[in-house]
């Protein structure tokens, strides 16, 4: 075997390993924030004071954006994995990068939705609230990046 044949096989492994990889984290991030949806369903239907009192209205819109990003995040991982399995070809360091921008995104997001209503001052949502921006960034990057390359391939 040639040493561009061997580069070409090592690649479409590790392209298939890394779909393989973002179509796992994807399901399981559907699966958690799904439980999360179905747990504020259940605050919602016994009535909790502690999500549902008007005071709280700003803890009850965090976690419904943390529930909602995390969901669609988890399909995007989904999508990501079934794309470079699509594209059929090597995939190269942007996967990589894109993946992972990716995986912090689908953390940070919601995640910053999520602290940011489990203490809430006044009206406002706490500090995990500044993971949101930080997320979106990492998610535009790697959106773009998948966008360019499968364009370049």
């Known amino acids: 075997m040639s040493r561009d044949q061997k580069k070409t096989q090592g690649a479409g492994t590790s392209g298939a390993a890394l779909s393989a990889k973002h179509l796992r984290l994807g399901w399981y991030f559907v699966a958690f924030y799904l439980t999360m949806g179905i747990c504020l369903e259940v605050m919602?239907?016994?009535?909790v004071d502690w999500y549902l009192n008007v005071s709280n209205e700003t803890?009850?819109?965090?976690f419904?954006?943390?529930?909602?990003?995390?969901?669609?995040?988890?399909?995007?991982?989904i999508a990501f994995g079934l794309t470079l399995r699509a594209a059929e070809t090597s995939t190269g360091s942007w996967a990589k990068r894109a993946g992972a921008c990716l995986t912090g995104a689908a953390l940070l997001l919601p995640g910053g939705?999520?602290?940011g209503g489990i203490i809430i001052y006044g009206g406002d949502p706490g500090?995990?609230?500044?993971?949101?921006?930080?997320?979106?960034?990492?998610l535009l990057f790697a959106v773009i990046t998948t966008a360019v390359n499968l364009r370049k391939n």
Do not use: C, E
């Not at 919602?44 to 009535?47: S, V």
């Not at 803890?59 to 965090?62: D, G, K, Q």
């Not at 419904?64 to 991982?77: D, E, M, N």
């Open 44 to 47: 919602h239907g016994f009535k």
């Open 127 to 138: 500090r995990g609230v500044l993971l949101v921006p930080v997320g979106g960034v990492l």
């Open 64 to 77: 419904t954006l943390a529930h909602s990003h995390g969901t669609l995040l988890g399909i995007l991982h």
């Open 59 to 62: 803890r009850r819109l965090m």
């Open 113 to 115: 939705f999520l602290l």
